[in-house]
């Protein structure tokens, strides 16, 4: 009788237990709407998040008849139920055998082929589809910034990202410091920048907005403050904008850019009106044997082991 009541007591909780869970997963991704791949922009991260609901479908097939079937079980088989079947000599059902192994292997099946696909079609490095070419921008990951550099219009921008909407955009990725994580959710996945390598990730925004992007690798105190802003805006507001940083941005040259390589936090965004011609280049080719000629002079000095 005693064991009866704690069964009768923990049905409850049980249930209440699991409808919290299901409470709290809802408002987590409540508040992902705003700044998540929950709420896309473009279309890389629109098909990220369609990819996130199939893959949630197919895994709720194993999950929830576990969640509703484990409360009946307990209730229906409890030891003051004397109505329930009692087989003490059961060994071994076929049918529950082919649903216990079948469903399982038919569903990790699906999931390999649904990820294989869309593994292919989210390839970062895979160019969008547009009729306008794309706009090509270097990014540069530091401790605690990001310099994005437009090498066609000459600028550079310090922990501000601003693209023209409906337009593809190419970035190409690296970093002068330990490993990062590039992410903007509202438009594209996270790719990593590493010293002496080059990473690519394509995005494209389909409308206005301002959005969150940040680092997501942990590379030192200054690392949850690692943030940048993204704006997307017409392209009628972007060639306004190129022209606005080209007239009142300062000059980045090799000595502006050896104080950017110091671990230091930026309160707001920097606009560059020139950029020093192949710089992106020296950062990557630096940690190499054979360094760019731009700002050589500062790669005794500034390279990491």
């Given at each position: ?7 009768l007591r923990?049905l ?9 869970l299901v409470?709290v ?6 508040a992902?709407?705003?700044?998540g ?6 279309p890389?991260a629109?098909?990220e998040r369609?990819l996130?609901?199939e893959v949630?479908?197919?895994t709720?097939?194993v999950?929830?008849p576990?969640l509703?079937l484990t409360?009946?079980?307990?209730w229906?088989?409890r030891?003051?139920?004397k109505?329930s079947?009692y087989?003490?000599?059961?060994e071994?059902s076929?049918?529950?055998e082919?649903l216990?192994?079948?469903v399982p292997v038919?569903?990790?099946i699906a999931l390999g082929?649904l990820?294989?696909n869309?593994?292919?079609r989210l390839?970062?490095?895979?160019p969008?589809?547009a009729?306008?070419?794309?706009v090509e ?10 310099l ?10 310090l922990n ?5 909407v409906g337009?593809?955009?190419h970035l190409?990725l690296?970093s002068?410091t330990?490993?990062?994580s590039?992410?903007v959710?509202?438009l594209?996945?996270q790719?990593?920048a590493?010293a002496a ?5 394509n995005?494209?925004?389909?409308r ?7 680092n997501?690798q942990?590379n030192?105190?200054g690392f949850?403050?690692q ?5 997307a ?6 060639s306004?904008w190129?022209e606005h ?5 300062k ?13 230091t ?5 920097v606009?560059?009106a020139?950029a ?13 044997t ?7 002079s ?7 082991d």
């Amino acid at each position: 009788m005693v064991r009866d009541r704690i069964s009768l007591r923990s049905l409850p909780q049980l249930l209440c237990v699991i409808g919290g869970l299901v409470l709290v997963l809802a408002s987590a991704g409540c508040a992902l709407q705003g700044n998540g791949f929950l709420n896309p922009v473009g279309p890389t991260a629109e098909a990220e998040r369609q990819l996130f609901f199939e893959v949630t479908a197919l895994t709720l097939i194993v999950v929830v008849p576990v969640l509703v079937l484990t409360p009946w079980i307990v209730w229906r088989y409890r030891r003051g139920n004397k109505q329930s079947a009692y087989r003490p000599k059961w060994e071994f059902s076929w049918p529950l055998e082919i649903l216990a192994w079948g469903v399982p292997v038919l569903i990790v099946i699906a999931l390999g082929l649904l990820l294989w696909n869309r593994t292919l079609r989210l390839d970062p490095y895979r160019p969008l589809s547009a009729a306008l070419p794309p706009v090509e921008i270097q990014v540069v990951g530091l401790d605690w910034k990001w310099l994005f550099i437009y090498p066609r219009q000459g600028i550079a921008t310090l922990n501000e990202l601003v693209i023209p909407v409906g337009r593809p955009v190419h970035l190409t990725l690296t970093s002068d410091t330990v490993m990062q994580s590039f992410m903007v959710p509202n438009l594209a996945g996270q790719v990593y920048a590493m010293a002496a390598m080059k990473s690519q990730l394509n995005l494209q925004a389909d409308r206005a907005g301002e959005f969150l992007g940040e680092n997501t690798q942990y590379n030192g105190k200054g690392f949850q403050k690692q943030k940048f802003r993204t704006r997307a805006v017409s392209e009628q507001d972007f060639s306004r904008w190129l022209e606005h940083v080209q007239e009142t941005g300062k000059r980045l040259d090799c000595d502006q850019y050896a104080g950017l390589m110091k671990q230091t936090l930026v309160p707001k965004p920097v606009h560059y009106a020139r950029a020093e011609a192949g710089l992106f280049e020296w950062v990557v080719k630096k940690y190499q044997t054979e360094p760019s000629p731009a700002c050589q002079s500062l790669t005794g000095e500034s390279a990491r082991d």
